[in-house]
């Protein structure tokens, strides 16, 4: 009996180029819509088109890589990966809900449903080019780093496997099709979570060995490179020695971020906060999706612009992350000699507040951002009221005030969208060097401390929050140190899978998803706290996401599912 293994990950996927061919007993039809195997691999620059190629996957979902085909993660979509933590809620639910609300299930998993297809489908496009590369006509060198590229990216379809579901199931450089006998059980054992990193780590330093340091010449920006794979080989070790993980050592993964330290080649960008989202070069990018004029997508200016400049308010701050952030003077604002007043609650902040949260008074587009009632103009009172802030705050970070935001079509998204960029790498060193070895200890082969590191990020220029001083505990460092990725790496795909690694994501996915009402009499504002989203919940089966039950049933019911789904 055959069976249709992984309907996501036997199918080809039908991306820039699909592999298929279609045969009949008394003729062979060669479909005009996509190009053969044959022809891929016998045409050098083709082959090379195909493997850039895998960077994207193939559309899954309603509202899902508009425009162009999603690239991993959600960034440049409608609805953020953010939206389904405590930093934002989503103004049109587009089916992120039922994550806050915890009703994910097997059948119903909402946006998070395509992470196994697209994963499978683009391991597989991967193990394809793999297995074929010998045949392709190029230079010995131009074949590594094309191999090279191909282990990156097939790391980082695994690396999503595993941060989402945990053990992944190991295809090896297999491609299998529907005309493989697929009864054999071991095609369907799902790896532990120790050895599924162990095998993308292992991918990852292979790609590295093969990958150049630099994008340049025909090593075009947004590929791989050497420093790319140790990156995400340090995020990797990271989440293993976290205690949701628990299948690595903090020392690992220590000695795997500085690994990419050592290379001297990134820094901290001293540009402005702000900017180094709206810059497709600069020493601080590690890894980044890029767009052109000609690859439209989800444009981020009216997709989550307030209601009266025309935009859609889509991706909403919650007064759960606005209170986290602290004091320019770098005291929380439970802190009762921080200087925080509640009746003026925005001033004095952390400076990375203004650049990723627009809140009632901010300076916006020549302009002044209104949520207040009665007649604020970004309120239920303003124009298009039902694109208004369900928290009374709109997002900041990463849009382009030199874009348009009414009719941006073409005009408008040629920010990148950054995977990893140093500031991580740097904050993975201090989190792991001070569960090893304690705040102020320089490690053999670093010239840096956790202190020291975080001190790097917290003191870029623009930002230039007090440095943390030496002689802090390991507890009070690690506070800090989770502060830090809370908000420099707000809305860029970390807090979800930070706070189930850490194991307090029934603390913080419990809480209400907090808004802010303003009132105004006169000159006078009144700030009142709400609920912006009922019914937030969080269960301990929460920790990893359901496999889909399609996925489940096209294995003729093999695959494991995850505990309490």
């Known amino acids: 009996m055959k069976t249709t293994l992984f309907r996501n990950i036997i199918y080809t996927a039908v991306i820039a180029t699909a592999i298929t061919s279609c045969k009949k007993d008394f ?36 509202k899902e890589g508009d425009g162009t085909n999603p690239g991993f993660g959600r960034g440049f979509e409608y609805a953020m990966w953010s939206s389904l933590t405590d930093e934002s809620i989503y103004n049109n639910n ?29 391991i597989r496009d991967c193990n394809f080019a793999i297995g074929n590369i010998a045949k392709v006509t190029m230079s010995d060198a131009h074949k590594s780093r094309l191999l090279g590229e191909l282990k990156f990216i097939r790391a980082f379809r695994y690396h999503d496997i595993i941060r989402n579901y945990g053990g992944a199931i190991l295809m090896g450089d297999t491609v299998y099709t529907l005309n493989d006998n ?59 020695a976290s205690p949701l993980y628990n299948a690595g050592t903090w ?11 050592s290379l001297n080649k990134y820094g901290i960008y001293t540009g402005g906060y702000g900017n180094l989202f709206l810059i497709n ?3 601080e990018v590690i890894f980044e999706r890029l767009y052109t004029k000609n690859a439209n997508h989800t444009h981020l200016e009216i997709a989550n612009g307030p209601n009266s400049y025309g935009g859609w308010g889509g991706n909403l701050p919650l007064q759960n992350l606005v209170d986290d952030y602290e004091m320019d003077n770098g005291k929380p604002i439970t802190d009762g000699t921080s200087g925080y007043n509640a009746q003026n609650p925005y001033v004095n902040r952390d400076p990375r507040f203004y650049a990723t949260i627009l809140y009632n008074g901010a300076t916006y587009r020549g ?3 209104d949520t207040y009632t009665p007649g604020g103009k970004d309120s239920k009172d303003g124009p298009d009221n039902w694109n208004t802030s369900k928290t009374g705050y709109y997002l900041k970070k990463f ?11 073409g005009n408008a998204g040629f920010q990148p969208w950054i995977y990893i960029r140093y500031a991580e790498v740097l904050l993975n060193f201090a ?19 956790a202190r020291a590191a975080v001190n790097l990020v917290r003191q870029r220029t623009g930002v230039n929050m007090p440095a943390l001083a030496a002689g802090m505990s390991q507890s009070a460092m690690r506070d800090a140190i989770r502060y830090e990725r809370r908000v420099e790496l707000a809305f860029e795909e970390h807090r979800f899978y930070d706070v189930r690694r850490w194991k307090i994501a029934d603390v913080t996915e419990n809480k209400p998803a907090g808004g802010i009402t303003i009132g105004k009499s006169g000159s006078t504002f009144t700030y009142t706290t709400k609920v912006a989203l009922d019914g937030r919940k969080f269960e301990t089966k929460h920790y990893w996401l359901p496999i889909p039950r399609a996925e489940i049933q096209a294995s003729n019911n093999k695959i494991t599912q995850n505990t309490g789904y």
Do not use: C
């Open 182 to 240: 697929l009864q054999n059980d071991a095609l369907f054992k799902r790896a532990s979570i120790k050895e599924s990193i162990d095998y993308a780590v292992a991918q990852l330093d292979d790609a590295a060995a093969l990958l150049p340091v630099n994008n340049d010449g025909t090593w075009l920006l947004g590929r791989a490179t050497k420093g790319a794979a140790l990156a995400l080989k340090s995020r990797l070790l990271l989440y293993a």
């Open 431 to 449: 989190e792991a060097s001070n569960e090893a070895y304690g705040p102020d200890v320089v490690p053999s082969g670093s010239t840096l401390s």
């Open 251 to 261: 020392q690992a993964a220590a000695t795997a971020a500085q690994a990419v330290i």
């Open 367 to 369: 302009s002044t951002i």
């Open 281 to 283: 070069d600069n020493n």
């Open 94 to 122: 587009d089916n992120t809900w039922l994550v806050q609300q915890g009703l994910l299930a097997p059948e119903n998993t909402g946006i998070a449903g395509t992470i196994w297809g697209r994963s499978y489908r683009g």
């Open 399 to 409: 849009m382009n005030d030199a874009y348009p935001l009414q009719n941006p079509w």
């Open 27 to 62: 003729l062979t039809v060669q479909p005009t819509d996509r190009v053969a195997s044959d022809a891929i691999l016998a045409d050098s620059g083709l082959f090379e088109d195909y493997v850039y190629a895998r960077y994207v996957g193939i559309r899954l979902q309603d």
